[in-house]
């Protein structure tokens, strides 16, 4: 029988009383109105469209901002998640430090007992690893390294950070012993096709999660990039070629395009345009050098999660907005053309 009008509302009223104001469940208000849920969730509906609830959230720490930058780059970039921190100082260190240690919280809720985990290199990456808490009730991870070695450094030795993940949870690793370049493009196919390098790189197709580091624009005489075994003639070559950063030493220009230059054959690694593949692909990086970088990554949409600071975040969308309103305009202007003539 259906509910008459004033009784409908009264029911609506009281619906919303006891759900606002008294943190009854649903299921209680459902009882107390002695009616099913489905026709208590029509009527909480039904009073939503009819203007009976106002909602106002109240912002005390002043965080509304960042969140809605993080929808705004959610959603332009069709990404899974996104992770923004508010770093108080400029210097690129403590930048560093706050999106890895922020990267460390987000990389221990993801964790599962057998998960496949894919890893390449990095300060931050890095650092996350030192921000892991010891945690040994996590069992059967597999660690597969996406790069080969590239440097004396622990930063960018792979194989050091994929064992220090085991260390601080259980299972094994799957290591590329291999340099990060070589000398010739022949050279770099002939150790991809040895057997133990080839099933890395064949298993790493499918992994459960995968974390990358984003690694920063190369500059034209520059005499050095990172810790990359880079000459002055190469990074040339890559900022020639609009090179705006790499993942695991794939460089792309900002639009997210693979840079074809010399260097490209020559990198024992992944091709990132198989990352699509991995279930969770988890981007980290910030800090004034890595604005180009990151706008590059989003835009080869390599990532589906990205963790960076909200000033690399604002910057980001900025410099998206600049690139395309150029192209807006000479659309606009051709158009008004045509039209006049």
Same mark, same amino acid.
């Given at each position: 029988?259906?509910?008459?009008?004033? @009784?409908?509302?009264?029911?609506?009223?009281?619906?919303?009383?006891?759900?606002?104001?008294?943190?009854?469940?649903?299921?209680?208000?459902?009882?107390?109105?002695?009616?099913?849920?489905?026709?208590?969730?029509?009527?909480?509906?039904?009073?939503?469209?009819?203007?009976?609830?106002?909602?106002?959230?109240?912002?005390?720490?002043?965080?509304?901002?960042?969140? @809605?930058?993080?929808?705004?780059?959610?959603?332009?970039?069709?990404?899974?998640?996104?992770?923004?921190?508010?770093?108080?100082?400029?210097?690129?260190?403590?930048?560093?430090?706050?999106?890895?240690? +922020?990267?460390?919280?987000?990389?221990?809720?993801?964790?599962?007992?057998?998960?496949?985990?894919?890893?390449?290199?990095?300060?931050?990456?890095?650092?996350?690893?030192?921000?892991?808490?010891?945690?040994?009730?996590? =069992?059967?991870?597999?660690?597969?390294?996406?790069?080969?070695?590239?440097?004396?450094?622990?930063?960018?030795?792979?194989?050091?950070?994929?064992?220090?993940?085991?260390?601080?949870?259980?299972?094994?690793?799957?290591?590329?012993?291999?340099?990060?370049?070589?000398?010739?493009?022949?050279?770099? @196919?002939?150790?991809?096709?040895?057997?133990?390098?080839?099933?890395?790189?064949?298993?790493?197709?499918?992994?459960?999660?995968?974390?990358?580091?984003?690694?920063? /624009?190369?500059?034209?005489?520059?005499? =050095?990039?990172?810790?990359?075994?880079?000459?002055?003639?190469?990074?040339?070559?890559? /900022?020639? /070629?609009?090179?705006?950063?790499?993942?695991?030493?794939?460089?792309?220009?900002?639009?997210?395009?693979?840079?074809?230059?010399?260097?490209?054959?020559?990198?024992?690694?992944?091709?990132?345009?198989?990352? =699509?593949? =991995?279930?969770?692909?988890?981007?980290?990086?910030?800090?004034?050098?890595?604005?180009?970088?990151?706008?590059?990554?989003?835009?080869?949409?390599?990532?589906?999660?990205?963790?960076?600071?909200? @000033?690399?975040?604002?910057?980001?969308?900025?410099?998206?907005?600049?690139? /395309?309103?150029?192209?807006?305009?000479?659309?606009? +202007?051709?158009?008004?053309?045509?039209? +006049?003539?």
């Amino acid at each position: 029988m259906p509910i008459p009008p004033d @009784q409908r509302y009264y029911m609506k009223l009281k619906a919303l009383y006891y759900l606002y104001e008294k943190n009854y469940t649903q299921t209680d208000i459902a009882k107390l109105l002695n009616i099913s849920r489905v026709t208590l969730g029509k009527l909480l509906d039904e009073a939503r469209e009819e203007g009976m609830i106002k909602i106002e959230i109240v912002d005390v720490r002043g965080s509304m901002r960042i969140l @809605q930058l993080e929808e705004t780059l959610k959603q332009r970039f069709r990404l899974q998640d996104i992770k923004l921190v508010d770093c108080q100082s400029p210097e690129p260190d403590s930048i560093m430090r706050r999106i890895a240690s +922020e990267a460390a919280v987000y990389f221990e809720h993801q964790l599962r007992d057998g998960m496949s985990l894919g890893l390449t290199w990095g300060r931050t990456l890095n650092s996350m690893v030192e921000h892991l808490p010891d945690n040994h009730t996590i =069992h059967d991870l597999s660690v597969y390294t996406l790069v080969g070695g590239s440097s004396s450094s622990a930063d960018f030795q792979p194989n050091i950070l994929a064992q220090k993940i085991i260390h601080k949870y259980s299972g094994s690793t799957r290591i590329i012993t291999a340099p990060f370049m070589c000398q010739s493009a022949e050279l770099c @196919q002939a150790i991809k096709k040895e057997p133990p390098i080839a099933s890395i790189l064949n298993a790493s197709l499918d992994l459960d999660l995968t974390m990358v580091g984003i690694g920063e /624009a190369p500059v034209r005489d520059a005499g =050095h990039l990172s810790d990359y075994p880079f000459d002055t003639n190469i990074i040339n070559e890559l /900022a020639d /070629a609009g090179a705006a950063g790499d993942i695991c030493g794939n460089f792309f220009d900002i639009n997210g395009h693979l840079c074809d230059t010399s260097l490209r054959d020559r990198i024992v690694s992944i091709d990132i345009r198989d990352l =699509h593949r =991995h279930r969770k692909v988890i981007g980290v990086g910030g800090g004034p050098a890595k604005v180009k970088s990151v706008l590059g990554a989003l835009n080869g949409h390599y990532l589906s999660v990205l963790i960076t600071d909200v @000033q690399t975040a604002s910057q980001v969308i900025e410099l998206a907005d600049q690139m /395309a309103v150029p192209e807006d305009s000479a659309f606009s +202007e051709q158009t008004e053309r045509q039209t +006049e003539s």
